[in-house]
Structures are given as structure tokens and as C-alpha cells.
């Protein structure tokens, strides 16, 4: 946490998240995962917790879905689908390790009177994994998950457009893992992740794109949430935090390395909501 500085709540947030009781490593389907490399129980509910009451004390409202039993990727919230207003769009897994999620995301969403509108039936599609938006458009990520022609008929049913970024790094298998849209000027991302014209698409639609290095790209840093003038994630260097200081910014870390050894971070255990009210 920088110093000199105070935490500023928000009353205008909402986000979703699923407590990891069944969360584990049971197959390998990103090169974060690796089934010898098993998760601590113990720790991962411990910085779980962490992060719930962290987002709470900045006066995020957190809602639980339950983990379905055999989903235990269900933790990354991000993934579900994408919400606008009172509309929820599921999303389609690549994996069919992750489809059994599908169902219990349609009907938790149902159950607390959202419209469900199955926009990319039929094809590849991480929700909010990999659709993110910035200003008056969304930002798609594709190649490794989700599909191009997802995030378009996605983005035609919400009436936004979508600029396309191929990801190029397998590490950085969705977008957030290496895209942080951070305000409507603002942007983190890892270029190494894009490829050339991903790289110009950002230069070109982003006002100021804020490359951050391999040490924060492998920490996550890219993969965090923005509440007021706080950006909580998992881990940012020095020189990282001096650069989001310089624009007014505060960081709060919050450790997750029970879930980066599934190739997931703060957001990725986060899918935002709509605004309470709106």
C-alpha cells in the first residue's frame, strides 16, 4: 500500500464471486496449470477471504454463487459471461472440463430475476475473461478461448462495438490476464501478450496505454479491479506503483498464489455487476 495516502470507498460497485470449496487442480488446460503442483486448501480460503473483506471495507456489495460440485474452476467468477443492466450473456467454454459451470451460472442468474440472452450460442466464448470494456466499447481478446465472432454477436446484442486484440502469448490465455482497463483514459496491459496489430489496436483506441513489464505481467498486475481511486491486485513493483501514484491512483495488494498456480488473480476471481441502482 503506497503511503500518505488513504483508502477511498465505493457504494457504487458490485461484483460476484465463488468461495473455493471444491477448487483444485485436477487437469491442466492453460501452461500455469500443473496437476503436481496441488493447492492448499487452508490458504487458498484464506486468501479468498482476503480479498472479499478487502473489497468489502472499500464498500464493494459482494455477492456468493455456490460452487457446483466437479466445477472447480467455478472460483473464476470472471468467466461466466458478461452483464449489462438486468441481462446476463453465458458464456461457452473451449474446455469441456469448464462446461458443467454453464448451467450453474444460467440458473443462479435466473434465479435473481436477470434475462438471459444466449448471444454466443455455438461458439467459444469466457465472458469477461475475455470481453472487457472501455469506454464506450469492449476490448476482444481472442485465439487461445474465446472466439472473434463471440465478442461480435456479444457486442452487437449490448449495442457496442468491439475492437478485436489477438493474444499471443499462451501464458496470457485470456484478456485479462494481460489488459486492465483502469478509467476512460487509462489502460495496463503486457505487450508482449499481443500480437503487432494487437499492439497498434490499443496504441490507436486506449489515450494512454500504460505497458507494464514481465515482472508485473508475471505477477498478475494486469489482472486486478479499480475501485475509486484504489487498484487492488495481486502483486505491482515498485516502479509500477510510482507510476499509478503519478496518476493519483493507490495500490492495495492482496495475495492470490493458491490461484495463480491455475493461471488466475484478482479479477479473474471477480465478475462485475451493475452498478447498485442501475
Given amino acids: 500500500m503506497t503511503a500518505g495516502k488513504s483508502i477511498q470507498a465505493s457504494s457504487s460497485l458490485?461484483?460476484?464471486?465463488?468461495?473455493?470449496?471444491?477448487?483444485?487442480?485436477?487437469?491442466?488446460?492453460?501452461?500455469?496449470?500443473?496437476?503436481?503442483?496441488?493447492?492448499?486448501?487452508?490458504?487458498?480460503?484464506?486468501?479468498?477471504?482476503?480479498?472479499?473483506?478487502?473489497?468489502?471495507?472499500?464498500?464493494?456489495?459482494?455477492?456468493?454463487?455456490?460452487?457446483?460440485?466437479?466445477?472447480?474452476?467455478?472460483?473464476?467468477?470472471?468467466?461466466a459471461g458478461v452483464v449489462q443492466g438486468r441481462t446476463f450473456i453465458p458464456s461457452h467454454f473451449r474446455y469441456a472440463q469448464r462446461r458443467g459451470e454453464e448451467s450453474a451460472f444460467i440458473r443462479f442468474f435466473r434465479r435473481n430475476g436477470y434475462q438471459i440472452q444466449d448471444a454466443a450460442r455455438g461458439l467459444f466464448f469466457e465472458g469477461e475473461g475475455d470481453l472487457l470494456p472501455h469506454r464506450d466499447m469492449f476490448f476482444g481478446g481472442f485465439r487461445f478461448r474465446s472466439e472473434m465472432r463471440a465478442h461480435e454477436r456479444v457486442a452487437d446484442a449490448l449495442g457496442k462495438r468491439v475492437v478485436p486484440l489477438e493474444l499471443a502469448h499462451p501464458r496470457f490465455y485470456h484478456l485479462d490476464t494481460c489488459f486492465f482497463p483502469l478509467d476512460e483514459d487509462t489502460v495496463l496491459?503486457?505487450?508482449?501478450?499481443?500480437?503487432?496489430?494487437?499492439?497498434?489496436?490499443?496504441?490507436?483506441?486506449?489515450?494512454?496505454?500504460?505497458?507494464?513489464?514481465?515482472?508485473?505481467?508475471?505477477?498478475?498486475?494486469?489482472?486486478?479491479?479499480?475501485?475509486?481511486?484504489t487498484v487492488v491486485l495481486n502483486r505491482a513493483s515498485r516502479g509500477l506503483k510510482r507510476r499509478l501514484d503519478g496518476i493519483g491512483y493507490l495500490v492495495v495488494e492482496t495475495p492470490t498464489s493458491e490461484f495463480m498456480k491455475a493461471g488466475g488473480s484478482v479479477k479473474c476471481l471477480l465478475l462485475k455487476l451493475p452498478a447498485k441502482g442501475k
Fill in 14 to 79: 458490485r461484483v460476484l464471486m465463488c468461495a473455493p470449496w471444491h477448487y483444485a487442480i485436477r487437469y491442466e488446460i492453460n501452461p500455469w496449470m500443473k496437476i503436481q503442483n496441488s493447492i492448499y486448501p487452508p490458504a487458498a480460503l484464506a486468501q479468498w477471504e482476503n480479498l472479499r473483506g478487502t473489497l468489502t471495507r472499500l464498500g464493494v456489495e459482494v455477492w456468493l454463487v455456490p460452487q457446483k460440485k466437479g466445477c472447480p474452476d467455478m472460483v473464476f467468477t470472471a468467466n
Fill in 189 to 229: 496491459y503486457y505487450p508482449q501478450a499481443f500480437d503487432r496489430h494487437g499492439r497498434k489496436a490499443i496504441e490507436r483506441f486506449v489515450k494512454k496505454p500504460m505497458a507494464v513489464s514481465r515482472e508485473d505481467a508475471y505477477a498478475f498486475a494486469c489482472n486486478g479491479i479499480r475501485i475509486g481511486r
